[in-house]
């Protein structure tokens, strides 16, 4: 099949025009727009989740990933126990700002877990539990969690952790997360 094109016709040399400028337009790069929420909504960008990097307090999630491998390179405390463990989590940036806001969250599993944080235990042997993640008006969020690590366990699980604000599901995140064959020694 062959196509020809009759460059002398005015007609046929519009499209081209037409052709060659929407081509120009689609190279064109343009600033992002900020996030903007309605008022009495909040919207979030940049959400992130996965393994931690960074000393405690300083931490970032290194690279987005639903799986998290359990290595027991890092140090957590379970009750008044420390413990190897790994630290994951997650992290977006929010609006509105100024006011502290607070998100309701659901985490659930498919295998009965113990949820425990810096004040205390929160459940024992539980499927699912529900908390309020709290937003400091920032703009900005580090949620961060762990898992201890055992040479004897031998946990892989499917967590869940939904978060909503004002009965608005904001996001979603579903990991995997497992022990490494070779952790902590």
């Not at 959400?47 to 027991?72: E, K, M, R």
Request: hydrophobic share 35%; charged share 20%.
């Amino acid at each position: 099949m062959t196509i020809e094109f009759d460059l002398n016709a005015k007609r046929s040399a519009r499209p081209l025009r037409l052709l060659a400028l929407a081509l120009l337009c689609a190279s064109c790069t343009t600033t992002p727009e900020p996030i903007k929420a309605p008022p009495g909504e909040i919207a979030i960008s940049n959400l992130a989740y996965g393994p931690l990097c960074g000393p405690v307090g300083a931490q970032t999630v290194c690279v987005t990933s639903n799986d998290i491998q359990i290595t027991g390179k890092g140090r957590c405390k379970y009750g008044d126990q420390e413990m190897a463990c790994t630290w994951y989590g997650f992290s977006f940036d929010y609006k509105p700002t100024g006011a502290p806001l607070e998100l309701d969250c659901l985490a659930t599993t498919d295998i009965p877990r113990d949820y425990v944080n810096i004040h205390g235990v929160e459940a024992i042997n539980v499927t699912s539990l529900s908390f309020k993640l709290s937003l400091d008006g920032s703009g900005h969020i580090l949620h961060d969690q762990y898992s201890g690590w055992s040479p004897d366990a031998k946990l892989e699980e499917n967590l869940k952790q939904v978060c909503s604000f004002k009965g608005t599901k904001v996001f979603e995140i579903d990991l995997h997360i497992h022990m490494a064959p070779n952790g902590a020694s």
